[in-house]
């Protein structure tokens, strides 16, 4: 059962303990070929399970890219709620990178779904999800969140290029993501000593994203598109500055691509781990 204690403060520990770093969970089809394990639910199970004993005492968070379990339909499903519970056991914290978001009612059962700690659903201790629908339309997420420990990592600027001409978009006078990043903030402030709101914000963004950063004062930051984008640690120390100990960078094919040798996937991640504590300070 995942604990209740507020997910930045389970981060936060095993952040400084371990590693800040996450490494994400993509069994996509050219990575389980490229480690010689079948297109199958099976193979995916394989993957998954040689990464998770690869991450035990090395870093605080996995992110499952759920969109990779589903492909399989209800099988792809049991083996991702199989790993949850697998990376449960292990210590490690599970972001599930689902990115829901609906209206108020079909986001309830969303939140009931993913966040719930009691229960029959996946049990997650946070996940991803779009603002598209208007922040507020979230309220069941983050609600849920706060009751149950965990928290709600909103896109605010992705890392693909393609997300840049709608985030930039203008909303008077603003760039849209910086109104998803009010909506952030002010849900945090509702919740004083917890963080049921965070962001995503790609390791790969310009100068503009420091003054989207700066109007999150507590949240945390899911930062992916290190090693395969083309971002490295030092890119998300200068993009994030004082804020880095709140990043938690997130690798998937670029470590993935050390396996599936189990002592060269290790190695790989411990390496990773260690040089992402110095975000920590
Ligand atoms: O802005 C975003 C939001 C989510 N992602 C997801 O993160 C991983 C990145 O994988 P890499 O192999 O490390 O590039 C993947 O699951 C994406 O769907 C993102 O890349 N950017």
New binding site residues.
């Given amino acids: 059962m995942p604990s209740k204690e507020p997910f930045h403060a389970r981060w936060s520990r095993l952040a400084k303990d371990l590693s800040p770093l996450c490494v994400?969970l993509?069994p996509a089809p050219a990575t389980l070929a490229a480690w010689g394990l079948d297109e199958t639910p099976d193979g995916v199970r394989r993957f998954c399970l040689s990464l998770l004993d690869a991450c035990e005492g090395h870093v605080a968070v996995v992110?499952p890219?759920v969109?990779f379990f589903e492909a399989f339909g209800p099988a792809g499903f049991e083996v991702l709620a199989e790993v949850m519970e697998d990376a449960r056991r292990r210590g490690i914290l599970v972001i599930a990178?689902v990115?829901r978001g609906d209206i108020g009612t079909s986001t309830a059962a969303y939140a009931r779904a993913w966040l719930e700690t009691s229960g029959s659903g996946f049990r997650a201790d946070a996940i991803?999800a779009h603002a598209y629908l208007g922040v507020e339309a979230l309220r069941p997420l983050f609600d849920t969140a706060a009751a149950n420990g965990g928290t709600v990592f909103v896109?605010v600027?992705?890392?693909?290029p393609e997300?840049a001409g709608l985030q930039n978009a203008d909303h008077s006078g603003r760039p849209v993501a910086d109104v998803v990043a009010d909506g952030i903030a002010k849900v945090n402030h509702a919740f004083p000593g917890e963080v049921p709101a965070s962001a995503?914000m790609?390791a790969t963004l310009g100068e503009e994203a420091k003054r989207t950063l700066a109007l999150m004062p507590k949240a945390l930051f899911?930062v992916?598109?290190?090693?395969?984008?083309g971002a490295s640690l030092d890119d998300i120390a200068s993009l994030f500055g004082s804020a880095a100990d709140r990043a938690i960078p997130?690798?998937?094919?670029?470590?993935?691509h050390a396996g599936p040798d189990a002592a060269a996937l290790r190695s790989a991640v411990a390496t990773l781990a260690r040089e992402a504590r110095r975000l920590q300070g």
């Fill in positions: 994400g993509d992110k890219q969109a990178d990115k991803t896109v600027r992705s890392s693909n997300g995503v790609g899911l992916p598109g290190l090693g395969a984008q997130t690798a998937s094919r670029s470590v993935a």
